[in-house]
T-cell receptor
Framework: KAGVTQTPRYLIKTRGQQVTLSCSPI?????VSWYQQTPGQGLQFLFE???????NKGNFPGRFSGRQFSNSRSEMNVSTLELGDSALYLC?????????????FGPGTRLTVT | AQSVSQHNHHVILSEAASLELGCNYS??????LFWYVQYPGQHLQLLLK??????LVKGIKGFEAEFIKSKFSFNLRKPSVQWSDTAEYFC???????????FGGGTRVLVKP
């Protein structure tokens, strides 16, 4: 079974621009979560989608948004990029939600904002 | 809100030494507990997990962890490390409902050959 895939793997953007990152979960997985990884803040939860509905959201500004499609693929969007948005963005998928759910991570998208 | 703390930021060991990484969390309800590993240049991989039952869980690559509910701890152990265990290790906690993982700050482990 193919793992979680994320595209693009690397991205360089300028302050003020917007960016869209894509995540394809493991086949059959309906839950997709997004995390931001930075050296200073570590791994922080952004949001989770299950069956096209946002189920949980972390403490990030409204510039960060996401969605999930009927095939479980997910996208996250960051508008009006700031230098501090430079990070590794990780996507994780799970077959279920809640008790006993295991999450499998993709390789991430490395976003650099200049 | 949940929080997870990992006791050491950096650990340096020689091969064949034993490894123990501490993890404590704060949350009063039912939790699921995980250890993930990130090898250099690779993505996060699940090492082991605790959902319920036997508090001593075994994972891949000879790792094990013990859940002590009274201490809110989930410490990771390996009796004899190898050079290939050089990586960053993350403890994570999830409320039983939902899929949000709260991660500790990570521990970088360097195993000297």
């Amino acid at each position: 079974k193919a793992g979680v895939t994320q595209t693009p793997r690397y991205l360089i953007k300028t302050r003020g621009q917007q960016v869209t990152l894509s995540c394809s979960p493991i086949s059959g997985h309906r839950s997709v979560s997004w995390y931001q990884q930075t050296p200073g803040q570590g791994l922080q939860f952004l949001f989770e989608y299950f069956s096209e509905t946002q189920r949980n959201k972390g403490n990030f500004p409204g510039r960060f948004s996401g969605r999930q499609f009927s095939n479980s693929r997910s996208e996250m969007n960051v508008s009006t990029l700031e230098l501090g948005d430079s990070a590794l963005y990780l996507c994780a998928s799970s077959s279920t939600q809640g008790e006993s759910a295991e999450q499998y991570f993709g390789p991430g998208t490395r976003l650099t904002v200049t | 809100a949940q929080s997870v703390s990992q006791h050491n930021h950096h650990v340096i060991l020689s091969e064949a030494a034993s490894l123990e990484l501490g993890c404590n969390y704060s949350y009063g309800g039912t939790v699921n507990l995980f250890w993930y590993v990130q090898y250099p240049g690779q993505h996060l991989q699940l090492l082991l997990k605790y959902f319920s039952g036997d508090p001593l869980v075994k994972g891949i690559k000879g790792f094990e962890a013990e859940f002590i509910k009274s201490k809110f701890s989930f410490n990771l152990r390996k009796p004899s490390v190898q050079w290939s265990d050089t990586a960053e290790y993350f403890c994570a906690v999830k409320e039983a409902a939902g899929n949000k993982l709260t991660f500790g700050g990570g521990t970088r482990v360097l195993v000297k050959p």
